[in-house]
């Protein structure tokens, strides 16, 4: 079965009313390149869990080319990347990594997304800012983070 394209945001301006106008759904964003293949498969889950997940979830894309202050503010080293908020307010997700701002690499499964996102909207609904993952510890990529001094 064939996906929903999901539609993509191309300007900073485009992901800030995103950010601000979606409101008791949670927002998911893709951040990568169209021709990416590890984008391209997650994509492709996000396309097919959509609809599903249309009472709690939107989901867009996000070129990373051309928004690079969101790259810069969220630490977009590695792609794919996905950010989820929820009535404007960015929803950290403990991974079990070093990093909770952000899911990086791809789903494996789509109950894996189906998974998260009603874990980020029942926690959202309740108030926090951060939530445990659902996923099995070996589901979630895992990357080396270099920190630099600057």
């Known amino acids: 079965m064939a996906g929903i394209l999901i539609p993509r945001l191309q300007t900073k301006e485009e992901i800030d009313r995103a950010i601000l ?3 008791e759904k949670v927002l998911v964003l893709r951040f990568g390149r169209a021709d990416d293949l590890e984008c391209i498969k997650i994509d492709d889950i996000f396309s097919k869990v959509m609809e599903a997940l249309s ?4 989901f867009y894309t996000v070129e990373v080319d051309s928004v ?3 790259v810069h503010y969220f630490d977009i080293t590695l792609i794919p990347s996905t950010i989820f908020f ?3 307010q960015h929803i950290k997700v403990d991974w079990e990594t070093p990093d909770h701002t952000k899911f990086v690499g791809s789903f494996k499964t789509k109950q894996d997304v189906i998974d998260v996102v009603e874990v980020i909207f029942r926690g959202a609904m ?13 589901n979630v ?8 001094d600057i």
């Not at 009472?55 to 939107?58: E, L, S, W």
């Not at 990529?141 to 630099?148: A, V, W």
Request: glycine share 2%.
């Open 141 to 148: 990529p895992r990357y080396e983070l270099i920190y630099k």
């Open 86 to 88: 929820f009535n404007a």
């Open 68 to 70: 690079p202050i969101y």
């Open 21 to 23: 106008d979606t409101r």
């Open 55 to 58: 009472n709690m979830a939107v």
């Open 126 to 138: 309740k108030g926090k800012l951060i939530v445990k993952s659902p996923l099995d510890p070996r």
